[in-house]
């Protein structure tokens, strides 16, 4: 898991090779306005492609038919949250090695300890900007490299 004060903090590390443009984004957020945000900033970035869902649930289905490279998802949504949506998702055989990173505006202690409890990948507190956007990207692909591989 990619996980310490550094990568929550956002400091940018020595970046492993990651081909962006070969990705696939998933983002889950029910409000779309954020959902148009991250898409923007993921494409500039320089993300190849990237697909959205409105909730956890249909997240579940976008998460199966398309299989993300990595999925960007919101804590607070309804009708199924976040948690709900990776607890799902790890339950599922494509799910459980897929990098997942949250977003959210609750940096509390409960709401960290839960997505570690659940194996997220990692942690983004709003607003995100670009540069820590792709450095948790890159950073969550070359850890699922590192353990595919």
Do not use: Y
């Not at 949506?85 to 977003?103: D, K, N, S």
């Amino acid at each position: 898991m990619v996980w310490g004060k550094a990568v929550i903090l956002g400091v940018r590390l020595m970046q492993p090779s990651i081909d962006l443009g070969a990705l696939k984004i998933l983002i889950i957020d029910d409000q779309e306005f954020v959902r148009t945000i991250v898409k923007k900033m993921l494409l500039q970035i320089g993300i190849g492609s990237v697909v959205e869902a409105h909730d956890g649930t249909s997240g579940l289905d976008m998460a199966e038919r398309e299989r993300p490279d990595v999925v960007v998802c919101d804590v607070q949504m309804r009708p199924v949250d976040g948690f709900g949506f990776v607890e799902a998702l790890r339950g599922q055989p494509h799910g459980r090695a897929m990098p997942v990173i949250m977003l959210t505006a609750h940096t509390d202690a409960a709401t960290i300890g839960k997505a570690k409890e659940l194996e997220v990948n990692a942690f983004l507190a709003k607003p995100v900007l670009p540069p820590a956007l792709k450095d948790k990207i890159t950073l969550v692909m070359a850890e699922a490299r590192k353990t595919a591989g």
